[in-house]
C-alpha cells in the first residue's frame, strides 16, 4: 500500500517543527450549477524548519506524530517567499531611484535621508536573505 501525498501552500508556520499546509478545490454544486472554493489545512511534521509562508510543498501520509501531526513534508516543489523579497527589493530600489532624481532637481535635504534611508534598509534586506 502506497503513502497518500498531497500538494498544497504552507500558510502557517504553526509551531517548531510543523506547518499547516492548505490545498484548494473548486467544486461545482450538483443542482444549481454554481461552482465555488473549498479549502482544507493539514498539519504536518518539517523536521528541519525549511519551508518558509507561501511555499508549495508536497506532503505524504504517515504514523501519527501527534493529535493532529500525521502527515510530513516530502519535498517543497516552489519557494514562495524569494519571489515575495525580490519584488520588494525591486520596490524600495525604485523609490530610492526617483528619490534621488527627485533630489538632483530639488536639492531638498530631506529627499537625500528618503533616498539613503531606502539604500540601507534594501542593502540590509539583501544581507538577510544570503
Known amino acids: ?15 517548531d517543527k510543523t506547518i499547516v499546509v ?7 454544486n450538483p443542482l444549481y450549477g454554481k461552482k465555488y472554493t473549498t479549502s482544507r489545512k493539514f498539519h504536518a511534521h518539517d523536521a528541519k524548519n525549511e519551508t518558509h509562508v507561501g511555499d508549495t510543498v508536497l506532503i505524504e501520509e504517515c504514523a501519527p506524530i501527534s493529535a493532529t501531526k500525521t502527515w510530513t513534508l516530502s519535498k517543497i516543489v516552489e519557494r514562495g517567499r524569494e519571489r515575495l523579497t525580490l519584488k520588494e527589493n525591486e520596490i524600495v530600489e525604485e523609490m530610492a531611484e526617483k528619490a534621488a532624481a527627485k533630489h538632483d532637481k530639488e536639492e531638498d535635504p530631506e529627499d537625500a535621508v528618503i533616498a539613503s534611508n531606502a539604500k540601507q534598509s534594501t542593502s540590509k534586506k539583501e544581507e538577510e536573505a544570503k
Open 1 to 15: 500500500m502506497s503513502k497518500r501525498t498531497i500538494t498544497g501552500t504552507v500558510t502557517s508556520i504553526a509551531g
Open 22 to 28: 492548505t490545498t484548494t478545490t473548486r467544486k461545482t
